[in-house]
């Protein structure tokens, strides 16, 4: 069964910092893997997927890396602005259920 | 383009009503998968329609279901509810392909009393 961590679940860091979230899934059979953000109270936007034979894609100030076999995704925040507090999730979709699969998600307080 | 509307934005009922929520889909799109947000269990998949059809399902109770019109717009049902369903109930769409981009709506805010 696929599980995935995100961490650290909390920063808060000042403004201007680069930043790295982690993502592991515990099952390398996925088609791909989407990062999304949530602000408070509202639905999901899509940042970011990354095709399972894809290493990386990049939007604006975003990078994310994809290394399938050892499980883990990053997400690359440089010169972090307070705008981009928020949550952010993980989701690879699995193979084996055709599901998306989201993490807890980690919870991003930039400071002006 | 517009994107996914969810309606209505908020619910209150209390325990053992029934309640039905709508989602509309970005035009063109013919998946539409719904899920349940509560701040102790995270994001679940509660199930996903494709061409009005089911084709995934979460692991919910059978008081949990779902439909999906010809147009692409899809319901979801909950009977007898209980003070646990109280959640954030959340849908997106897709082209329905392997490597689609979800786009989620905002939301139906649930609160069971």
């Known amino acids: 069964k696929q599980e995935v961590t995100q961490i650290p679940a909390a920063l808060s860091v000042p403004e201007g910092e680069n930043l790295v979230l982690n993502c592991s899934f515990t099952?390398?059979?996925?088609?791909?893997l989407q990062w999304f953000r949530q602000d408070p109270g509202k639905g999901l936007t899509s940042l970011l997927l990354?095709?399972?034979?894809?290493r990386e894609q990049t939007s604006g100030r975003l990078n994310a890396s994809l290394d399938k076999s050892s499980g883990r995704s990053t997400l690359y925040i440089a010169a972090s602005q307070p705008g981009d507090s928020a949550t952010y999730l993980c989701a690879p979709r699995d193979k084996g259920t055709y599901k998306y699969i989201f993490g807890t998600g980690t919870r991003l307080k930039v400071l002006a | 383009k517009a994107g996914v509307t969810q309606t209505p934005r908020y619910l209150i009922k209390t325990r053992g009503q029934q309640v039905t929520l709508s989602c509309s889909p970005i035009s063109g799109h013919r998946s539409v998968s719904w899920y349940q947000q509560t701040p102790g269990q995270g994001l679940q998949f509660l199930f996903e329609y494709f061409s009005e059809t089911q084709r995934n399902k979460g692991n919910f109770p059978g008081r949990f279901s779902g439909r999906q019109f010809s147009n692409s717009r899809s319901e979801m049902n909950v009977s007898t509810l209980e003070l646990g369903d109280s959640a954030l109930y959340l849908c997106?769409?897709?082209?329905?392909?392997?490597?689609?981009?979800?786009?989620f709506g905002s939301g139906t805010q649930l609160s069971v009393l």
């Open positions: 099952d390398s059979a996925i088609y791909n």
């Open positions: 997106a769409s897709g082209t329905g392909e392997q490597n689609e981009k979800l786009f």
């Open positions: 990354i095709q399972s034979s894809q």
